[in-house]
């Protein structure tokens, strides 16, 4: 009986070293042959995203944080704050700075000494959405006009990059801004603006945004990416699979439902037709992504009241 368990055995091994051999040698192969069964290689379904979780106040030295985590990619973002004189032409406005990184530690494509060729092309898309969505109104990060303003510097971390990494980013960004908390600051003697800190400066100085302390985040920008392969649109691809399928295109959508961008980074030519399908399935995972935001919230909201 051991030897037939032991055969058994082996030759279960042998035959999972066969396919993952089959996997690297043929990748276009591979994914086809689960794509005819309507299957994905890690088991999805071609619609299905992966599993995403959300933790608000990752970073504690940060003014707002988030570590998001859609499958095995894991994005981190932080918000500092900085007081600035407003320029001339935008006297009641803050700005937001996008810096969008790549380490060697997150894939093995990235190499140390070079940045990342992805790096700068997704910085401009995260500020691109962020401006045009009408999430951020910049007026609100406005201290006294023409005199001083919050600046938000954003700066996201990809810890490890298996695909979709736009969705994810954009995902930990707004998660970010929910969890942003404005620190309190106040006028010195000589016109220059101070953050307060402590409960005796709260009473010591006069403040001058006791009552804003939060964004009012308008519609919020929920991102999708998909893999088009044939007749194949595959939800939220995978590292592999974006190695392999040249065509993508990724769809953002806001709160509301209404369409805030398309991108489409270079591959073959794309119907309307399938360009519909990927907007209701961004639909879909918007539902879903606002769900997942919320959950974390109140979440967070009950660990700060224990």
Not at 17 to 37: K, N, S
Not at 112 to 118: K, M, S
Not at 246 to 275: C, F, H, N, W, Y
Request: hydrophobic residues 40%; glycine residues 8%; contains cysteine.
């Amino acid at each position: 009986m051991s030897a037939e368990t032991d055969e058994t055995a082996a030759g279960g091994l042998a035959g999972e070293m066969e396919v993952e051999a089959y996997r690297r040698l043929f990748p276009l192969a591979f994914l086809e042959r689960h794509l005819r069964e309507s299957v994905r290689p890690d088991a999805r379904r071609l619609a299905e995203a992966r599993p995403t979780t959300v933790a608000l106040g990752a970073v504690s030295s940060a003014h707002g944080s988030a570590l998001v985590r859609l499958g095995d990619t894991a994005m981190l973002a932080s918000i500092k704050l900085e007081v600035m004189s407003p320029p001339a032409e935008t006297p009641d406005q803050g700005s937001v700075a996008v810096e969008f990184h790549m380490p060697p530690i997150c894939s093995p494509l990235v190499r140390p000494g070079r940045p990342a060729e992805a790096a700068p092309v997704i910085s401009k898309a995260l500020e691109d959405v962020l401006m045009s969505s009408g999430m951020l109104n910049l007026k609100e990060l406005c201290l006294i006009s023409g005199k001083a303003s919050w600046v938000a510097y954003l700066d996201v971390y990809c810890l490890n990059a298996d695909g979709s990494l736009f969705d994810a980013a954009l995902i930990s960004v707004v998660a970010a801004f929910t969890h942003l908390e404005i620190p309190l600051v106040s006028v010195g003697d000589d016109g220059r603006v101070f953050t307060v800190g402590g409960n005796e400066g709260k009473t010591k100085y006069e403040l001058v945004n006791r009552e804003k302390r939060k964004l009012t985040l308008g519609d919020i920008p929920f991102p999708l990416t998909c893999a088009l392969h044939k007749d194949s649109i595959l939800a939220d691809p995978t590292a592999e699979e974006e190695s392999i399928i040249e065509t993508s295109v990724t769809v953002v959508l806001d709160s509301s439902g209404r369409l805030v961008s398309i991108q489409k980074p270079g591959g073959g030519v794309t119907s309307m037709a399938t360009i519909k399908a990927c907007i209701g399935l961004a639909k879909e995972r918007g539902q879903k992504l606002k769900e997942i935001l919320t959950d974390s919230v109140e979440a967070m909201e009950v660990d700060q009241a224990e």
